[in-house]
């Protein structure tokens, strides 16, 4: 495996969020604290952003052009020419503190998103306040799961018969039986469960893809690691190692979808680990990993 640098400190907060969109060939992601949305197009290398005010956690392209993006605890669509934005709900009404985090569309174009906690320090939030919600295709909210702590990455598999999802505080991903028809979610269970190991090396579970044989690649924000875990048995497959600690998410992209790119944060950095962490915030892409992946789906509302 060889990690490269795609983006030097793209991100003066938290990067998050990539999508590889494979009409554009374009890499978009957010800046979460610095209300950012980006996006890098890897044909021309043209890297572009718009500040968008309020922590931004999801950018993700509409099929009627344009993208979804969060505000704070509201959803927006975003016209990228004119740099407009138009509200269009917003969720967790009786906790203001909360935020939206990441996001993902599932195969039928169907936006799932999570809330979190009001956070002082990564891992560190008021818990059992958020919300895991999908935004179908007609506009409407259906809240999938509530009592949640830090909502984070998603992923389902190839069959769309399983759902995979971060809870990062305490520090596990669950599997549920996944009805594609109604987006129902049953059956919980846990095929990660990073509760007792170091957090030096294991970190806090974040964002995740996964690859065309069902494999998930997990972010580790603290960890400096992205790991590929077969979650029929929890087993650790491949794992790649980072210059920067706060690793948060990643996507295939690439030509042939076989290229692993990963965001990353300089949050919960003291002065002193950020000068030891030159690269803290960069966006990174990952070669030769052996697997390959499909790109993002856009929502199709
Ligand atoms: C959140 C961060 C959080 C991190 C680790 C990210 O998805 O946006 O605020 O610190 O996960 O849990
Ligand atoms: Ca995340």
Redesign the pocket.
């Known amino acids: 495996m060889s990690v490269s640098v795609v983006l030097k400190n793209a991100c003066s907060t ?1 990067g ?1 969020g990539p999508h590889w969109d494979d009409v554009t060939k374009c890499l978009s992601f957010v800046d ?1 604290m610095a209300g950012d949305c980006h996006r890098w197009d890897s044909q021309t290398g043209d890297h572009e952003k718009i500040h968008i005010g309020n922590p931004t ?1 999801l950018i993700i392209p509409r099929e009627k052009g344009g993208y979804i993006v969060s505000q704070g605890l509201q959803l927006a669509q975003l016209d990228w020419q004119s740099k407009q934005l138009k509200p269009i709900l917003s969720v967790d009404l009786e906790k203001p503190k909360n935020r939206f ?2 996001g993902k569309c599932d195969t039928l174009g169907r936006l799932w998103a999570g809330t ?1 906690g009001y ?1 002082t320090y ?2 560190d939030i008021e818990k059992e306040v958020a919300h895991l919600y999908m935004f179908d295709k007609e506009q409407n909210l259906h809240t999938i799961k509530d009592k949640v702590n ?1 909502s ?1 990455g998603m992923a389902w598999t190839a069959d769309n018969r399983t759902f995979f999802y971060t809870h ?2 305490p520090r596990k991903v669950f599997a549920y039986d996944f009805d594609l028809v109604s987006g129902n979610i049953s059956k919980e269970r846990v095929v990660v469960d990073f509760t007792e190991k170091s957090i030096d090396e294991f970190g ?1 579970p ?2 995740m893809t996964i690859d065309l044989n069902d494999k998930i690649w997990l972010a580790c ?1 603290f960890s400096s690691r992205i790991f590929q875990i077969d979650p029929e048995t929890g087993k650790i497959l491949q794992t790649i190692k980072f210059e920067t600690s706060n690793i ?1 998410s990643c996507c295939f992209g690439g030509p042939n979808y076989d290229e692993l790119y990963a965001t990353s944060s300089t ?2 950095l003291t002065a002193e680990s950020l000068a030891k962490q030159p690269l803290a915030g960069s966006i990174f892409k990952v070669n030769n990993i052996n697997a390959k992946g499909v790109p993002g789906i856009a929502y199709q509302g």
Request: aromatic share 4%; with cysteine; charged share 20%.
């Open positions: 938290c998050e979460i956690s985090n990441d979190m956070e990564p891992g830090i984070n990062s505080m806090i974040d964002g924000y948060t949050i919960g």
